[in-house]
Structures are given as structure tokens and as C-alpha cells.
């Protein structure tokens, strides 16, 4: 076990099942999983044409592949709030492998939208090498020699006017609970005197009750999370940004009070939601 590596006390144990509506049938699952390949293929036949484009055509191209594949699945996005701030860190909590989809099909202006990802997304079947193409910043949880290097980098296109999105709880948790925010990468926006914007993502069903279904925890495996997925009736993503974190115009700033300001906006840790809330069609 990696002392340094964030670990999250969630697993299997949390996906107790919220839904009182039955689960998808099978024609239903079968059709998701049909658009879903659909989807990946589409993206994949476009990568060449985009290997010789500019980063920005590459990233608007990732959001409306991102925002394809989150149709196809039958999830749906609340958003609520805009990002206004062009130099913005945007840190979110982290339940699941669709929040990268949902960032990159939420995003206001794609072409100045990069993500921090674990290095694993590099070896995921087409959006591994579109992810790469697109500008990601990959990070490798292993090796904490290589943090200063990722920092570094995020800081960089901060400095040049992106925003950048990035899960400082470093691990995924189910959405009852939350880890609490490492703090390192809060050091880029800092130092390039960027706006740190919490972003807060809930998964709820079609009438409302939340559901950890969505979650990837533990060792589980990508094709275990799909399958529970597709078995869903549907899903919606809540994603709401809150007010923005301004670095300057906080009193002695540092990292780990702007992690502590960020995670308390965004709900973590120790968070509790209501079981049910109705969301707005």
C-alpha cells in the first residue's frame, strides 16, 4: 500500500440500492450499450483528422464526443451556475468515471478546458488517446516524486488563461461521504494567481433519490460499473459551480486554506444529502 496515495473508506459495502423504480429491462441495456459503442466509434474514426488540428479544435471536439457518449448511456446534466473566470481552477468532488464526461460536456468554452486525469485514463479504449490529444494533464498517484511536475504544469496553463478541472480528493468516494481535499494542487492557482471555483457533482435517478450507483470504488473494474450503469432506469448528474474562490483577495492564502475554503463549498468531507430531491427537467 502507497502511504501517500489518498484512500477512500468506501466500497462495495455503499452500493446499497436507493431506487424504487425497477431496473432498466434488458432491451433497454442492450440499446445503451449499441449507442454507447456507436458513440466510441464515431469518436475514434475522427481521431486522425484531429492528430494535425489545434488544441482547441481537439477539446471541442472531446466535449461533444464526451457529451455523445453521456446521451448514449441515458445520463443527463443539471447544470447549474457558469464558469465566468477564464484563469480558473476548477476542483470537484469525485464519485465516478463519468465525471470526466461530465466536466469536458458541461464546459462553457471547451477550447480553453484542460483536465487532470490519473494516468490509468491514458490506456481507456479511444478516450485514453483522445484525452491525450486533447491536452490532458496526467497525473500518476504512485509516484508522489512526480507531483511537483504535474503542479508545475497546471500552473503553466493557468498562467496562459485556461482553466483547468481537477479532483483533489485524489480517489473516488460513493457520494454519501466525501475524502478530504489534498492540497498541492491549489499551490498552481496561487502561484498563478487564478480563481479556485469548487464544483459540486450529485447523482440522482430520473425522480429524484440520490443514488451511489455511479460510484467507482474499490478495485472494481470499469466493465463491473458499466454493467451497474446500464441496469440503471437513468440517471441525472447535478453539477453546480459555486461561488468562485478569488486567491488574491484572500489574506495570506495558502494552499491548504484554499483546499479547507474549496472542500467546505463543495460539501466535503463529511457530507450528508437528502435522499430524495426533485430535479428540474
Known amino acids: 500500500m502507497n502511504p501517500w496515495q489518498p484512500r477512500s473508506t468506501c466500497g462495495p459495502h455503499c452500493l446499497v440500492s436507493t431506487c424504487d423504480s425497477p431496473p432498466a429491462p434488458p432491451r433497454v ?72 464526461l461530465v466536466l469536458l460536456a458541461a464546459a462553457d468554452d471547451p ?15 479511444v478516450i485514453g488517446w483522445f484525452a491525450g490529444l486533447a491536452g490532458t494533464i496526467f497525473i500518476d498517484r504512485s509516484r508522489p516524486r512526480a507531483l511537483p511536475g ?25 457520494g454519501w461521504d466525501a475524502v478530504p481535499f489534498r492540497p498541492a494542487v491549489f499551490q498552481a492557482a496561487i502561484d498563478a494567481g487564478a480563481a479556485v471555483v469548487p464544483v459540486r457533482l450529485r447523482y440522482r435517478l430520473p425522480g429524484g433519490a440520490a443514488t451511489p450507483a455511479a460510484a467507482f470504488l474499490g478495485d472494481e473494474t470499469l466493465l463491473t460499473s458499466l454493467r451497474r450503469i446500464l441496469a440503471l432506469p437513468g440517471l441525472v448528474v447535478e453539477l ?42
Open 240 to 281: 453546480s459551480t459555486r461561488t468562485a474562490i478569488h486567491t488574491e483577495a484572500v489574506p495570506g492564502a495558502s494552499r491548504r486554506m484554499l483546499a479547507h475554503l474549496a472542500a467546505d463549498a463543495v460539501g466535503a468531507p463529511g457530507l450528508r444529502w437528502p435522499k430524495r430531491l426533485t430535479v428540474a427537467a
Open 150 to 174: 504535474t503542479v508545475a504544469a497546471v500552473r503553466q496553463a493557468l498562467s496562459a488563461g485556461e482553466r483547468v478541472a481537477v479532483f483533489p480528493e485524489g480517489t473516488t468516494s460513493c
Open 111 to 125: 477550447a480553453v478546458f484542460r483536465l487532470v486525469a490519473k494516468s490509468e485514463v491514458r490506456g481507456w479504449p
Open 29 to 100: 441495456r442492450a440499446l445503451r450499450l449499441v449507442r454507447l459503442f456507436a458513440a466510441l466509434l464515431g469518436t475514434a474514426l475522427v481521431l486522425p483528422f484531429l492528430v494535425p488540428a489545434g488544441p482547441g479544435t481537439r477539446r471541442r471536439a472531446l466535449s461533444r464526443a464526451a457529451q455523445r457518449t453521456l446521451r448514449a448511456l441515458d445520463v443527463r446534466l443539471a447544470v447549474r451556475g457558469r464558469v465566468r473566470q477564464h484563469r480558473a481552477l476548477l476542483v470537484a468532488n469525485h464519485v465516478s468515471w463519468l465525471d470526466v
